[in-house]
């Protein structure tokens, strides 16, 4: 079986930061794309940025610039650095992740649990 575990989520002022983490663990042979999500009360669960195994990176309009995200392939894990947060980035925020869990099986996206990411003053 394969895991998500994210951390880092919390309650932070417009203008801070945060950072949040993501590591998968179990039957694992390879892992392809790894990406981060959100979703806010009465809203779909949208993209907000993504990364190649190879390091190539894309986001979402409304954070670049101010979200990066990273991957540490030798930990499994994938992070998304959070600058200048705003009101509307208000969600609860899922890791995504495309495993290969044993050699010439079928890639598979699994999901974290959620953390909840508050901007508030």
């Known amino acids: 079986q394969v895991q998500l575990v994210e951390s880092g989520g919390g309650l932070v002022q417009p203008g801070g930061s945060l950072r949040l983490s993501c590591a998968a663990s179990g039957s694992i042979f390879s892992i392809n794309a790894m990406g981060w999500y959100r979703q806010a009360p009465g809203k779909q669960r949208a993209m907000v940025a993504g990364?190649?195994?190879?390091?190539?990176?894309n986001y979402a309009d409304s954070v670049k610039g101010r979200f990066t995200i990273s991957r540490d392939n030798a930990k499994n894990t994938v992070y998304l650095q959070m600058n200048s947060l705003k009101p509307e980035d208000t969600a609860v925020y899922y890791c995504s992740a495309v495993i290969r869990a044993e050699r010439g099986t079928i890639p598979v996206q699994y999901w974290g649990q959620g953390t909840q990411v508050t901007v508030s003053s």
């Open positions: 990364i190649t195994s190879g390091g190539s990176t």
